[in-house]
């Protein structure tokens, strides 16, 4: 089974969402571990994002950017990007 972690930024961006995007986030990292290349690739990069939707949220739309090392079997949460 894979591990998903967040990084330090992602993990301090998390403190500043509410309870339903928190809720949200979490569930993509619990999905990361079953399917740790979903999402989008972004274009040079070795990262993917999942876009989260607003209904999901009850809030904001958040994209999260992540990396899996299959090495490592293990998925890292850079980074949360909250929409408007």
């Known amino acids: 089974m894979t591990h998903a972690f967040y990084a330090d930024a992602a993990e301090k961006a ?22 740790p290349r979903q999402g989008r690739s972004l274009p040079d990069t070795d990262s993917r994002v999942v876009e989260v939707l607003p209904e999901t949220t009850g809030g904001r739309g958040i994209s999260v950017v992540c990396r899996y090392s299959a090495d490592l079997d293990a998925a890292l949460i850079s980074w949360l990007i909250a929409g408007p």
Request: no cysteine; proline share 0%.
């Open 14 to 35: 998390l403190l500043d969402l509410t309870r339903g995007e928190r809720a949200a986030v979490e569930s993509v990292r619990v999905s990361l571990e079953t399917d």
